[in-house]
């Protein structure tokens, strides 16, 4: 179905979060997407790039939360964590470190331990990027409201990471042209 359908939903979860100060998690998967950042959007061949992605039986959407490009199919659980804002909150990182923490406690359980920080020659880098060994399995965005953050954590729990990101460098490649 249509790829953006969960970040809408997020978006009124999270409204009702900021109304009344409860926290909720929402997971998902899509069987075939590659979903783009804000900034992806303005690449001079973007819109060109995304027909030829949605002409390859892709469903393709531009997400509200920061970062890249992201390929989703069935082996990438998407997980959302979404929290009250209090007032004068503007510290982003703490967001990012609470999904961390989330994810070190239920991993843990699983006997999988794992180093955060960026991996530079991943597909969609950022600061709090999640690797074993070196390899990325995660990505974590965020978008904030006025009464409510959230944030998005991309998990790669089965299939070929090299093989999504070969994804992401063609849409780069044609978006840039």
């Keep these: ?6 970040f809408a939903l997020e978006d009124l979860i999270c409204k009702h979060v900021g109304l009344e100060g409860l926290p909720a998690i929402h997971m ?26 949605k002409r390859e039986g892709y469903a393709v959407g531009v997400r509200h939360s920061g970062g ?18 209090m007032p004068g909150d503007t510290d982003f990182h703490r967001d990012f470190i609470r999904m961390v923490y989330l994810l070190e406690q239920v991993l ?10 960026e991996i530079p020659t991943s597909y969609c880098p950022g600061d709090y990027d999640l690797s074993v060994a070196g390899r990325k399995f995660c990505g974590i965005a965020q978008r904030r409201q006025l009464k409510a953050y959230a944030v998005q954590a991309f998990i790669l729990v089965e299939g070929n990471g090299m093989a999504r990101g070969q994804i992401a460098k063609a849409f780069y490649e044609h978006a840039l042209g």
């Design 68 to 85: 890249a490009a992201v390929p989703l199919d069935d082996g990438v659980v998407n997980v959302t964590l979404m929290m009250p804002k």
């Design 108 to 117: 843990r359980g699983l006997g999988i331990t794992f180093q955060s920080g």
């Design 28 to 53: 998902w998967r899509h069987s075939r997407a590659l979903i783009m950042g804000l900034r992806d959007r303005r690449l001079p061949y973007a819109k060109e790039a995304m027909e030829q992605f």
């Design 1 to 6: 179905g249509d790829a953006l359908y969960p």
